[in-house]
């Protein structure tokens, strides 16, 4: 079975630095997706990037970009220029391809709190 | 709307009794997937709907979850006899059909708590 792993349970940043949010994964597939999700108060979850396994580019979305280490299985999260905003929960999450369920599997989560 | 919408926002209920948790998907969506976030604790899978069929329930935890989607459209998480554990985050997404680009949507979740 697929597992995430986030191993950073708080993170804080000042407003306009940057961040870099931690996430590990393991699986036995070879096409996949990573995602990673914001979970504000509201408890909505709110898609921030995603990642397909067979694309070498690192993913970007503005001040947000991802450094996937396919080999390393790993895939951490840049914020750039932090914004108030920006405090959240972050998840990140894995989803199957191929067969199966379309499932996603998501990590603990990141409480990220960014400071004036 | 135009978002996943769930009802209701926030179900006290005592040790014992029923619930129903309803979800209402995007128009036009036609996998939808429920998910339970216990505190502290990311989403688990749950179960996933592919129109009106249950394609995937592995993740519902016993006998007491259930969930159905009879006109593939709304779906009701029902859950039997209630116990304290059940208390947590319960939330809905939606996602156009199974291609490889989709994205899940998800709605702001229904907090059950059991007293």
């Known amino acids: 079975a697929q597992t995430v792993t986030q191993s950073q349970p708080e993170m804080s940043v000042q407003e306009a630095e940057t961040v870099t949010l931690s996430c590990t994964y393991d699986t036995s597939e070879s096409d996949y997706y990573l995602f990673w999700y914001k979970q504000p108060p509201s408890r909505q979850m709110i898609l921030v990037i995603r990642q397909e396994a067979y694309k070498q580019q690192n993913a970007t979305e503005n001040r947000f970009s991802v450094n996937f280490q396919k080999a390393a299985k790993s895939f951490s999260l840049k914020i750039s220029d932090s914004q108030l905003g920006d405090a959240a929960m972050y998840f990140c999450?894995?989803?199957?391809?191929?067969?199966?369920?379309?499932?996603?599997?998501f990590g603990k989560g990141t409480k990220l709190t960014v400071n004036p | 709307g135009a978002g996943v919408s769930q009802t209701p926002s926030n179900k006290v209920t005592e040790k014992g009794k029923y619930v129903e948790l309803r979800c209402d998907p995007i128009?036009?969506?036609?996998?939808l997937y429920w998910y339970r976030q216990s505190l502290g604790q990311g989403p688990e899978f749950l179960i996933y709907f592919q129109g009106t069929g249950a394609a995937d329930d592995s993740g519902l935890p016993n006998d007491r979850f259930f969930a159905v989607r009879p006109e593939g459209s709304v779906s009701t998480l029902k859950i039997q006899r209630t116990e304290r554990g059940d208390s947590a985050v319960y939330l809905c997404a939606s996602s156009l059909r199974r291609i490889r680009h989709t994205e899940a949507f998800f709605g702001q979740g229904t907090r059950l708590t059991v007293v």
């Open positions: 999450a894995y989803r199957n391809i191929q067969g199966g369920s379309e499932k996603l599997v």
């Open positions: 128009s036009g969506h036609t996998a």
